[in-house]
Nanobody
Framework: VQLQASGGGLVQAGASLRLSCVLS????????MGWFRQAPGKDREIVAA????????WYGDSVKGRFTISRDVAKNTLYLQMNSLIPEDTAIYYC??????????????????WGQGTLVTVSS
């Protein structure tokens, strides 16, 4: 199983970006999947998650109303549409597969998978 993330870049505040994560070796709808991010000097945090069955979504408070997670089963790809970007969104973004829910948050299970990360930089 491999996850290949792409779509990061340098943008100005207020702009939009769409991140993609192509999954190979498994089916994108078979797991709970999500996006995490890690800003310089900070811990990695969950940004958004999508439920395997039914496609329900979950968002962190800092991105609610601005980011949208989705998946295309035919393309076996996970997306993160990011609108109204702010400098605080600057981070390396990682896609992940096989998320678990515990203590009111998401984490990647012991047999889960990570993409390689894509850098998003938002200038003010």
């Amino acid at each position: 199983v491999q996850l290949q993330a792409s779509g990061g870049g340098l943008v100005q505040a207020g702009a939009s970006l769409r991140l993609s994560c192509v999954l190979s070796g498994h089916t994108v709808s078979a797991w709970h999947m999500g996006w995490f991010r890690q800003a310089p000097g900070k811990d990695r945090e969950i940004v958004a998650a999508i439920i395997s069955s039914g496609g329900g979504t979950w968002y962190g408070d800092s991105v609610k109303g601005r980011f949208t997670i989705s998946r295309d089963v035919a393309k076996n790809t996970l997306y993160l549409q990011m609108n109204s970007l702010i400098p605080e969104d600057t981070a390396i973004y990682y896609c992940a597969a096989d998320l678990r829910w515990r203590s009111s948050s998401w984490y990647v299970g012991p047999e889960g998978y990570w993409g390689q990360g894509t850098l998003v930089t938002v200038s003010s």
